[in-house]
């Protein structure tokens, strides 16, 4: 009955039998040699599983971050984030930025036009005042975009004029005094606004007229090259062309006095 | 001295990042190990451990001692290796390099065990890694959890949610079917035996 029970076999090979069950066993295994020679097996194959051991590699897991561990977040927090999010995350700052700079280029018939700046339709800088006139198509967009600052502005000089206005007798004096100095701030404000703005578009335009004029200078430069390599390609050819001519006018002349003999 | 698995587990319940980190520190090796064991793929074995202490973590509050920490950990990890095998629909892999690094080798070597010993050591290593692969993963992870872990035949049962027999009747079939596989790959019972 012993030979049949697994149970017995395993709990003797890993020793979880109760004393009295190992006692027993061990009484049967002394007449058993069928038993005798599963457990020896199964021995050595406990032997052979103990050689097959996982790599060793770095770990040092860590569960950063502050607070309570049963906060749902925080462990989400902890997470490796995925290329993925760093991208998206990328592209958002590079749009917010563009919105920010409010980068604009323009192609027309007298080169090209890159402006930047944002709340453009604030105080326009003198370099941007300068292309609006020199330019078609811009204008029009530009005089949309005046329109747009114009009508703000006009909005904040309403607001500054509701500011403005007599109190009642109640409140005189300290609502006055509070009237005015948010109206001057509002005034500051802007004025920092238009400051910030122009020093940003005008440094953005120099740098671009700069890389402008350089490719001007390059490209003329490279025409110019051009031009030269074409003259000499030319030249050539001519030069061939007149010495077949004259080989070709000698051959008939021969011809024709051989003719004539 | 060092504080025990449950003096940590109660600092890490209280709030206490370090403790748990001090327990992610002393079982992030068996994790690893038993991942490894359970699917085959370094990578993803690393993955799954991660993922035991994140899990773990996230339910600390919620774990009230019935069980040891370390099972508990263990219960993680199989549930995760089983979502593996399944999301990826294969069996475990036995994942062996191509060469023996020679190097890597000697810093193994015990003492008195000659290089053509080590050399044999480890393709025994591997032929145990393939028969451990061709088993059924119920039985393959009974055998992982006494052979490299030693629990009890009483700690796989509740583990495993399955009778004491049922885990005795799994690691027989197991080891019967590991010693076949060796026994077809050439490895004889006294291949150690020097």
């Not at chain 1, 051991?53 to 971050?65: C, D, M, N, Y």
């Amino acid at each position: 009955m012993m030979c049949d029970s697994k149970e017995l076999i395993v709990g003797y090979v890993y020793d979880e039998l109760a004393i009295g069950e190992r006692r027993e066993f061990d009484a049967h295994l002394a007449i058993c040699a069928d038993c005798r020679l599963e457990i020896e097996e199964l021995q050595a194959t406990r032997t052979h599983l103990a050689l097959w051991a996982p790599p060793v590699p770095e770990l040092s897991f860590r569960v950063i971050g502050g607070g309570a561990p049963a906060a749902p977040a925080l462990p989400q927090q902890s997470r490796f984030v995925p290329a993925f999010a760093f991208a998206a995350a990328a592209v958002i700052v590079l749009a917010v930025a563009a919105a920010i700079a409010n980068v604009e280029v323009r192609y027309a018939p007298d080169g090209v036009t890159v402006r930047t700046g944002w709340a453009r339709s604030g105080a326009p800088p003198d370099a941007q005042v300068a292309e609006r006139t020199s330019t078609g198509a811009p204008q029009m967009v530009e005089a949309s975009r005046s329109g747009d600052f114009a009508a703000l502005d006009r909005r904040l000089s309403q607001i500054e004029a509701a500011l403005g206005e007599a109190p009642p007798a109640a409140t005189l004096q300290a609502a006055s005094t509070s009237r005015m100095s948010d109206a001057e701030i509002l005034r500051r404000v802007r004025q920092i606004v238009g400051d910030a703005e122009a020093r940003q578009e005008t440094a953005v335009a120099r740098r671009m007229l700069d890389v402008v004029r350089d490719f001007e200078r390059q490209r003329r430069t490279d025409v110019a090259l051009i031009q030269q390599g074409i003259g000499q390609y030319q030249g050539l050819t001519n030069t061939e062309i007149a010495q077949n001519r004259d080989m070709l006018n000698q051959l008939v002349r021969a011809a024709s006095s051989r003719q004539e003999k | 001295m060092a504080s025990s698995d449950e003096e940590l587990v109660t600092l890490s319940q209280g709030g206490d990042l370090d403790s748990f980190n001090q327990l992610v520190l002393r079982w992030e090796r068996p994790i690893y190990a038993l991942a490894y064991r359970v699917i085959g793929r370094e990578e993803d074995a690393r993955d799954v451990a991660q993922e035991t202490f994140l899990r773990a973590f996230r339910a600390l509050k919620g774990f009230k001692g019935q069980a040891k920490f370390s099972s508990w950990l263990y219960r993680i990890t199989l549930n995760l290796c089983r979502d593996w095998i399944r999301r990826e629909k294969r069996t475990p892999v036995s994942q062996a390099p191509e060469g023996i690094d020679i190097i890597e080798l000697a810093g193994e070597a015990t003492p008195s065990e000659s290089m053509e010993e080590l050399v044999g050591r480890r393709q025994l290593g591997r032929a145990v890694s393939k028969a451990m692969a061709m088993l059924p993963e119920d039985q393959r992870t009974v055998i992982i959890l006494k052979e490299y872990h030693g629990l009890t035949f009483q700690e796989i049962a509740e583990l495993l949610d399955c009778p004491l027999s049922t885990v005795k009747t799994r690691l027989y079939q197991g080891l019967s079917v590991v010693r076949k596989q060796l026994h077809q790959a050439g490895v004889s019972g006294d291949a150690l035996k020097h």
